[in-house]
């Protein structure tokens, strides 16, 4: 394959992944909306749009195997090609939790704490995808190192959450057996949102780590 037409694959395959991208982040959007609202349909419309989200996923990894085997890339561009096949799988996973999130809290019957403020865990978590992204097609390694430095502050609000809850918890068991037993599924429920929107921030991370490494062949933000 001529150069050119071997640098227009590549670009392709970069422009793919971010479509890729804005096709989970919506997903994920959705989630919490549905969450946020209670909204049945639109979680169930969810859990309906993460066919297409596996479908793109297998599309573009067809792409890599074939740039791979094909074109046999070196250096820069086998640092590339290898960051975006991981990345697509980060994004598969990330759109498989959305489904989660978007499950977990549907049938929820119990008010939150206000100290449980899954809404800005989410917009927190929401940012660092699209910064992870933005890293990625952009090439930018200082925002990389940003978007793994941010994530303490994730985790550190998953923390709090959870901890909440956890009193929640503790002060409910007073109430008769069958309150109890909803509250144990409710807190179940929130325990496992907040479990999965710190994963999403996980693979947000990774992806600013592929990223650094496709840029600078450092290792850095991998372990």
Known sequence: MPRERYQDSLDELRSDVLAMGDQVVEQFERSLKAVEHRDESLARSVAEGDEAVNETYLRLEDRCVDLFALQQPVAGDLRFVTASFKIITDLERIGDLAVNLADYLRTATRTLSPEVQLDAIGEAVRSLVERSLAAY???????????????????????????????????????????????????????????????????????????????????????
């Open 137 to 223: 097609e952009t090439e930018d390694a200082a925002a990389c190192r940003a978007v793994a430095a941010d994530d303490d502050e994730v985790d550190a609000l998953c923390q709090r959450a959870s901890e909440s809850v956890t009193r929640d918890l503790i002060a409910g068991t007073d109430g008769d057996g069958w309150e109890v037993e909803r509250l144990l599924d409710d807190v179940s429920r929130v325990l496992l949102t907040i479990r999965d929107l710190e994963r999403v921030a996980d693979h947000a991370v990774n992806i600013a780590a592929r990223t650094l490494y496709m840029i600078e062949n450092d290792p850095e933000l991998l372990y």
